[in-house]
């Protein structure tokens, strides 16, 4: 029988590891969690960002759940609204998640996702996947709507405030379009 649950373990977690890197492969994107300090970032961006009362805030990538758990905690009265096309973190995060009233989660691509009632939008996205993120972008959101992104910025739009986190780098408020900026904020990179 130990011998029996011992391949079974080993076969999840093979299963699980050939998971994560064909997503990884097939989306470009790894599944990393984001660190405490990028999340307490994300947190100070969104409230610079003066959102509405009971905002609906999409995390593009959820992953493991750690930024909706504290999106939760931070934003009560905001309906949380989590998209990850990867199925292990997916059900990572909806176990992580089930008791959290104000978090939906959705396992899907966040391109195939209704998102004209996005007050903020928020993404965690490797560079290959930030100029058709900034086309959905431009096609979907409403002018003025919060887009804040951790570590990889878009390119050629303005950051309307930027914090550098102890992790893995920047993060980034854009008021989209972000296309002009009147003379305040920072150009993105143009390469």
Known sequence: ?????????ISVAVVVCLSLL????????PSLPSSQSEVKDIVALLKYAALPPRPVIYDFGSGWGTLLIALAKEFPEAQI???????FPYLVSRLRTYRLRNVSLKWGSFFRSELTVANAIICYLMPGKMARV??????TLTPGTPVVSNTFWFRNRIVARACQASGRGAVALYIWPATGDGGHGLRSPSQ
Do not use: N
Not at 22 to 29: F, Q, R, S
Not at 134 to 139: E, K, N, T
């Open 81 to 87: 609204r989590g998209i990850e096309i990867s199925p």
């Open 134 to 139: 900034s086309a959905l972008l431009d096609q």
């Open 1 to 9: 029988m130990t011998v029996f649950l011992s391949w079974a373990l």
């Open 22 to 29: 064909l997503m990884a492969i097939l989306t470009g994107v």
